[in-house]
């Protein structure tokens, strides 16, 4: 009897790793922050560059922001795509970096007040892609966090396994001083609105200098004066209302012209209601 060899199934094919992620996988077409270092630190780094630029003087190296930030070059480097896609930074050579305007505004406000200092990005980010595409939108009032997470994945076709790195873009907008994220909604930032004082033109001023003094004169001094007589007396009251704040800014010699004129019309006065009391 002979014996039939018992089949051992299906051989195992061996597996190669880069075939469980396929390589056609879509890819943002926009510059996104790694998600290997927190947003902070990748501020950090930008300030660790406008440092090491002398304030943007020269290009920083690698080198010189790893040893400042005591941060491996290789992690450094995770954070340049970002920082250089939206002009923080920009190559300057091998390994070398110049800063922006912003950057070294943000160095220098971070000594003043840290809270606030990244706000000085805010004009490079608002004109950044991101900017472009959400900012409009919550001009029109605040938006749901998915909803403003969907507007950025579009606009850089970002898919779903991106959304970490679309969540760390608003972020960077809230660092930036542009958006506010509070109770799952996202919204602007409001700004205080300055009036300017309106300037009067030359001319005018010229012309409310000459003036004022006569026009005050009308408008805030009154006077009353009042002739009594009777057989042997004669009866004179006066009445002087000045406004106080007017009066303050009288220069001596027109004070002394004011009642210098006062005396010679109550002289004048005086004289013509003399003469009809006794005619």
């Keep these: 009897m002979s014996s039939q060899p018992v089949s051992a199934g299906p051989v ?37 560059y406008a440092a090491a630029s002398g304030n943007g003087t020269k290009p920083a ?7 400042i930030m005591k941060m ?23 390994a070398a970096y110049t800063v922006s305007s912003e950057a070294v505004g943000f160095l220098k406000a971070y000594e ?28 029109f009032g605040a938006i749901e966090e998915k909803a403003a997470i969907g507007v950025l994945a579009e606009a850089s076709s970002a898919p779903p396994d991106y959304e970490k790195e679309i969540r760390m873009v608003m972020e960077f907008m809230v660092a930036g001083g542009l958006i506010q994220r509070e109770g799952g909604q996202v919204r602007l930032r409001p700004v205080a609105a300055t009036v300017a004082e309106p300037i009067p ?35 004179l009251n006066i009445s002087v209302e ?9 220069r001596p010699e027109r004070i002394q012209a004011f009642f210098r004129g006062v005396a010679e019309v109550l ?11 006794g005619s």
């Design 12 to 48: 195992p094919v061996p597996i190669d790793a880069e075939s469980v992620t396929p390589k056609d996988r879509p890819k943002p077409n926009k510059p996104l922050p790694t998600d290997r270092i927190s947003v902070g630190r990748q501020l950090d780094i930008l300030r660790a």
């Design 61 to 67: 190296t690698l080198a010189e922001v790893s040893e």
């Design 72 to 94: 491996s070059a290789l992690t450094v480097g995770l954070a340049h795509p970002f920082l250089a896609g939206v002009g923080l930074i920009q190559r300057a050579g091998t």
């Design 112 to 139: 003043w007040d840290r809270e606030t200092a990244s706000h000085k990005l805010g004009p490079l980010l608002r004109s950044a892609w991101f900017g472009a595409a959400l900012l409009p939108r919550l001009s």
């Design 201 to 235: 033109a030359p001319a005018i001023i010229a012309k409310t200098e000459e003036t004022r003094e006569k026009e005050s004169t009308v408008s805030s001094t009154k006077l009353n004066t009042s002739v009594q007589s009777s057989p042997g007396k004669f009866s």
């Design 242 to 250: 000045v406004d106080m704040v007017e009066f303050a800014t009288w």
């Design 267 to 277: 002289a004048a006065k005086a004289d013509v209601e003399k003469g009809g009391a």
